[in-house]
């Protein structure tokens, strides 16, 4: 699943397509067709098409126009049309993924970026005051396991509720982090700990409901606010 690039050659029916045109021509706002993609292999694959209101494909425009400042490059007109539409190319079948959750999908893409992150910023994974090599080395180790102790902890308690926040009981994970350090020489006492942070987790306040951008499990709930 990849986002349509403005370059890109696609085919339908065996004739190369003037993107633009075709849209310009629909009276959906939603559409989903067979196209082949490329100007010489030409792989089966599904166009999405969906059209946005005139606020997004504004912000949109900004964005590019600041990009082709920056970069010192010229803007066709065709290239900001495209704008208005979001654009995407997939190999999914149609009885796996409707147009609606492919949209869904492509939002939620950076999920596991944002698990990598959580680790980087609230763990410190890549960071170190030491200029000796092997302490730095010692520091990742330990800190790779403080992650994994974590991330067992919050799959235990909360992962397979969507609407809890992942930072939310990270932060809360590392306040027990001393308690769990304390316990650890005696099983009795780790396992009473452990239950205490997995009651705590699963007590936690849930993600409020957003309208404007929806957190991601109510996408997850119900796809269609991807198309919001």
């Known amino acids: 699943m990849v986002r349509y690039k403005h370059d890109v050659t696609l085919h339908q029916n065996d004739q190369e397509m003037a993107l633009l045109a075709f849209l310009k021509k629909q009276a959906s706002s939603r559409i989903d067709i067979p196209v082949q993609l490329g100007k010489n292999h030409r792989i089966p694959c599904r166009l999405i098409a969906v059209k946005v209101d005139d606020q997004v494909a504004e912000k949109r425009r900004r964005k590019l126009h600041e990009y082709a400042r920056r970069k010192g490059v010229a803007l066709s007109e065709e290239r900001l049309q495209f704008e208005h539409w979001t654009l995407l190319l997939t190999n999914a079948p149609l009885d796996l993924l409707s147009l609606v959750e492919v949209c869904a999908l492509y939002r939620l893409r950076w999920q596991i970026e944002l698990l990598f992150r959580l680790w980087k910023t609230y763990t410190l994974i890549d960071e170190s005051e030491s200029k000796n090599p092997w302490r730095i080395l010692t520091e990742m180790y330990a800190k ?42 005696d099983e009795s006492s780790l396992r009473s700990s452990i239950s205490t942070i997995i009651t705590t987790l699963k007590l936690s306040p849930a993600v409020l409901l957003r309208k404007k951008q929806p957190a991601t499990f109510q996408i997850l709930s119900n796809p269609n606010l991807s198309l919001c």
């Open 144 to 185: 790779l396991i403080a992650v994994l102790i974590q991330h067992w902890l919050i799959l235990a308690s909360i992962w397979h509720i969507p609407e809890k926040s992942i930072v939310r009981a990270s932060l809360t994970i590392q306040k027990f982090a001393v308690l769990l350090q304390l316990a650890m020489t």
